[in-house]
T-cell receptor
Framework: DAGVIQSPRHEVTEMGQEVTLRCKPI?????LFWYRQTMMRGLELLIY????????DSGMPEDRFSAKMPNASFSTLKIQPSEPRDSAVYFC????????????FGSGTRLTVV | GEDVEQSLFLSVREGDSSVINCTYT??????LYWYKQEPGAGLQLLTY?????DMKQDQRLTVLLNKKDKHLSLRIADTQTGDSAIYFC??????????FGKGNQVVVIP
C-alpha cells in the first residue's frame, strides 16, 4: 500500500485565493482526519470523517474552511478565501476500524499564503 | 476535553539513553501511542501500549505506563542520530479519536 497520499506537497498562494488540499486514505480505512500543524499551536484536529460522513468539525477555524469526502478514497479540504494566518502544514490521516490501529499520516501539504 | 502534556525539548549524546515523558488526563484511556515526526514528514506510529500493561519493549524502545499517575514515558536505548525528531504521545479517548501532546523535540548530538 502506498500509504496516505496528499497533494500538493507545497502550495504558495496569494491572500484571497481559493486553496484545495487533497487526500487519498489507505484502502480499507474507514476514518479520515484533517489536522493543521503550526509552531504556535502544535497539531490541531480540524475535522474527521467516519465512513465518509463528517462526525466532528468543531475544530474547523471558521466558515472559510470546508471539507468533503465524496467517497471512501478521496477527501478535500478547501480554504476560501485564504489568509496569511492559514499558513501551516496540513496533514491528512486515516485509520482502520480496529480501535487500536492508530492513525497513518500522509506527508502533509505545506501551505504558504502571502 | 482530553489533555495531553509533554515537555518541549531534549538534547542527548549519541549512544546515551533518551527518556521522553507525557501526562494525560483521561482515566478511561484504553490505548496510548508514541509517534515520531522527522523533518518535513508526517507523523509515524512508533509503538502503542494497552492500558492494562505497565511496560512494553520493542527493540530499542521501552514504553512505561503509570496509570495511577496518568504518566507515559518512552525510553530510547543507544540513541542514534536518526532518532533526532519530534516525538508525540497520543491518548485514545473514544470515537476513534486521538488527543496529541504538543510534541517533544529530541536532538541527538554526535
Amino acid at each position: 500500500d502506498a500509504g496516505v497520499i496528499q497533494s500538493p506537497r507545497h502550495e504558495v498562494t496569494e491572500m484571497g485565493q481559493e486553496v484545495t488540499l487533497r487526500c487519498k486514505p489507505i484502502s480499507g480505512h474507514n476514518s479520515l482526519f484533517w489536522y493543521r500543524q503550526t509552531m504556535m499551536r502544535g497539531l490541531e484536529l480540524l475535522i474527521y470523517f467516519n465512513n465518509n460522513v463528517p462526525i466532528d468539525d468543531s475544530g474547523m477555524p471558521e466558515d472559510r474552511f470546508s471539507a468533503k469526502m465524496p467517497n471512501a478514497s478521496f477527501s478535500t479540504l478547501k480554504i476560501q478565501p485564504s489568509e496569511p494566518r492559514d499558513s501551516a502544514v496540513y496533514f491528512c490521516a486515516s485509520s482502520p476500524p480496529q480501535v487500536h490501529g492508530g492513525y497513518t499520516f500522509g506527508s502533509g501539504t505545506r501551505l504558504t499564503v502571502v | 476535553g482530553e489533555d495531553v502534556e509533554q515537555s518541549l525539548f531534549l538534547s542527548v549524546r549519541e549512544g546515551d539513553s533518551s527518556v521522553i515523558n507525557c501526562t494525560y488526563t483521561d482515566s478511561s484511556s484504553t490505548y496510548l501511542y508514541w509517534y515520531k515526526q522527522e523533518p518535513g514528514a508526517g507523523l509515524q506510529l512508533l509503538t502503542y501500549i494497552f492500558s492494562n500493561m505497565d511496560m512494553k519493549q520493542d527493540q530499542r524502545l521501552t514504553v512505561l505506563l503509570n496509570k495511577k499517575d496518568k504518566h507515559l514515558s518512552l525510553r530510547i536505548a543507544d540513541t542514534q542520530t536518526g532518532d533526532s525528531a519530534i516525538y508525540f504521545c497520543a491518548d485514545f479517548y473514544g470515537n476513534n479519536r486521538l488527543a496529541f501532546g504538543k510534541g517533544n523535540q529530541v536532538v541527538v548530538i554526535p
